[in-house]
């Protein structure tokens, strides 16, 4: 017979983990980088969670119990809770694992081994260290069935009654509920959704397309329906149900009140929610296919295929700022405030906007660019607000919607907003205003409803002081200001180069020597994130023998470290001696190279072994590219 809670995780304890009843000891911790690896990998479900950690502490919390999500291996990647509390207990930071196997039997942990709903009260703990505390967690599962997450509540409380953690726990399942359901219904937005209650109330979720194909369902009906865990294949609604498809006829707006008859006659009632858009057209990405790129901007340049895209925690990195701005923009996800990011050219504007739609809840609506520098004003104007067929000449004979309605539902990201032409802005502001446009020439007024997200490398506030710029407009578009710093004002600029040089070079399975690295860490970087990954990429290119070389950067000599001679002893020639061959190319190497070598013979007060090590060449090598370089020892 199996054994009840809590002894058959108690056992697990011992014989599993051989684990040793008494003191646990420290509760591990992952770093901050693994912290932002852990919520990387769940961003697209982290968007609705952080709301929901929210909405559930502000029930429990007010009787004492912290909330925290972990991902499936225990990590903490989301916590609320009143440090100050004498409830709180400070093992439940981020970063805290909290696996079965570590902390013996607990609320996440047993509730992640056992993937069910778990209740752990006070000295049905494994460990006497938390022996004061109760917790309480429900498993999280992806539409796909797998196990993604542990929603858990504690309470470090002696005096705790056990009805009183009952109920909290019943809160926290219907918290998790509506978690998942938020999941599952952006998963399929384009999709009916069919909400079905089951005679235990619990609510299971179905998503059906227009042909009443099922294409997916939660977990909870695939129990129900005694539908496979993996391996799903769309199937006809109608081998679950009496075929009825009246039933889903939309007679009652977006959401239909529906009962459907199972083939053994029992009712099942529920909702049917239409899809939140028909089919949202494709996002357009790559810049240079998209009629956003200005011409003549540098695309990334990639020697293995456009990149994957960077989601928000990837695009902030360990800057605090960045991370800041993204807890920010989180924050007020659902507010559709518009947001304006400012920033030099190169820091991830665009990207950011990108970022942002893609975990925002219009992810599945469309993401919409305009540049205002890369086209001439009169097109700029047609293109955001459409135009009616014939509205002018050249113009197309069926018109165009324009920027605003085909980002209806989604978001448009207006980039470059510094240089709109002012009679523009009017006009902008008059729609940001109304939420109406009217395309040119044509009488008919739409309404739209969209995410603004505005971006500029120029600072406005002296436009608008020349009055080049709206001041009104500003204050319109500024409804979230987000300042990216530039790559060299940023703490983690050292993690950031070596991310680059991972998602480019080391993708290809190609070595940064340690000399290159070195370079590519003193850069100034003027042009930032496109700077260096079009420096790395190209680098990857010029490579030989699978090592990235100093010279492979082609870094502006200009840019490079200049050396004081006096220290190293040793000194260029007044003038790097004439090369034979072609100019170009070559020589910008050679004085990079030229440059890298003295570089590293200054830091290493002229010892040679030590500077050839640092370049990845040997000694004779290094002699021989001295002499070359007509450097010698003074
Ligand atoms: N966090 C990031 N991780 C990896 N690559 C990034 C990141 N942020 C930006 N990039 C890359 O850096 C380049 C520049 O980014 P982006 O176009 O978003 O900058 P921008 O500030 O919008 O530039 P501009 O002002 O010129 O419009 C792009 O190639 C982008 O893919």
Avoid at 489 to 508: F, H, S, W
């Amino acid at each position: 017979m199996a054994e009840a809670f809590p002894y058959r995780s108690w056992s697990r304890c011992v014989e599993e983990y051989g684990l040793e009843p008494g003191r646990c000891g420290t509760i591990p911790y992952v770093s901050h980088r693994e912290i932002n690896v852990a919520r990387e990998a769940l961003e697209d479900k982290l968007i609705f969670a952080y709301e929901e950690v929210d909405f559930l502490y502000s029930i429990v919390g007010r009787i004492g119990y912290c909330v925290t999500l972990t991902n499936a291996d225990g990590v903490t990647v989301a916590e609320r809770a009143d440090r100050s509390s004498r409830y709180y207990s400070d093992t439940e930071r981020p970063g805290s694992v909290w696996s079965e196997r570590h902390a013996g039997t607990n609320g996440v942990g047993t509730c992640l081994r056992d993937a069910g709903v778990t209740s752990v009260f006070q000295d049905e703990h494994f460990f006497e260290d938390f022996i004061e505390m109760s917790c309480a967690a429900v498993p999280l599962f992806a539409p796909d069935c797998s196990l993604w997450a542990a929603m858990n509540i504690t309470v470090r409380n002696p005096n705790l009654q056990r009805e009183t953690h009952q109920i909290a726990l019943e809160v926290v399942r219907k918290s998790a509920e509506r978690l998942s359901e938020a999941v599952f219904r952006r998963t399929y937005a384009n999709r009916t959704i069919l909400k079905l209650w089951r005679p235990d109330g619990q609510p299971c979720l179905l998503a059906i397309d227009a042909d009443h194909a099922v294409v997916g369902a939660d977990l909870a009906a695939r129990q129900l329906l005694s539908l496979p865990k993996t391996d799903f294949t769309p199937f006809s609604l109608w081998r679950l149900f009496t075929r009825d498809p009246s039933a889903l006829r939309d007679r009652a707006g977006p959401t239909l009140p529906l009962e459907l008859i199972r083939l053994d006659g029992s009712p099942l009632r529920g909702y049917a929610y239409g899809p939140q858009r028909e089919i949202a057209p494709a996002a357009p990405r790559a810049r240079a296919a998209s009629a956003s790129a200005a011409p003549g901007s540098a695309p990334a340049v990639s020697v293995a295929g456009e990149p994957a895209p960077v989601g928000l925690d990837q695009w902030a990195g360990a800057e605090p700022r960045m991370t800041r701005n993204v807890h920010i923009l989180r924050r007020l996800a659902h507010t559709g405030l518009p947001i304006l990011v400012l920033g030099e050219t190169g820091v991830g504007k665009d990207t950011l906007a990108r970022a942002y739609h893609a975990q925002s809840p219009r992810a599945a609506q469309p993401f919409v660019a305009l540049n205002c520098a890369a086209m001439p004003e009169t097109l700029i104007e047609s293109e955001l607000f459409g135009y009616a067929g014939g509205a002018f000449t050249g113009a197309r004979k069926e018109g165009s919607a324009g920027r605003f309605v085909q980002a209806h539902g989604g978001t448009l990201f207006l980039d470059e907003i510094g240089d709109m032409p002012l009679h523009l802005q009017t006009r902008l502001l008059r729609v940001l205003e109304s939420g109406e446009v009217a395309p040119l020439g044509s009488g008919k007024i739409q309404r739209v409803d969209v995410q603004v997200i505005a971006a500029t490398n120029q600072p406005l506030e002296p436009r608008i002081a020349q009055g080049a710029f709206r001041a009104d407009l500003y204050y319109r578009l500024a409804g979230v200001v987000i300042n990216v710093p530039s790559l060299r004002e940023r703490a983690d600029k050292e993690a950031v180069i070596d991310a680059c040089i991972a998602r480019t070079a080391g993708r290809l399975g190609l070595k940064v020597a340690p000399a290159a690295r070195a370079l590519l860490l003193r850069h100034n970087w003027p042009g930032n994130l496109r700077e260096l990954y079009l420096v790395v990429n190209r680098a990857a290119s010029l490579a030989e023998n699978g090592v990235i070389e100093p010279h492979d950067l082609l870094l502006p000599v200009a840019m490079a470290p200049t050396v004081t001679p006096a220290s190293s002893g040793w000194a260029p020639a007044a003038e790097a001696p004439a090369r034979v061959g072609p100019a170009g190319v070559r020589a910008r190497v050679d004085a990079v190279e030229r440059a890298a070598i003295l570089d590293n013979i200054e830091a290493c007060h002229g010892d040679i072994a030590a500077a050839a090590h640092n370049l990845g060449m040997s000694r004779a090598t290094l002699y021989r590219r001295l002499k070359a370089h007509g450097i010698t020892r003074r």
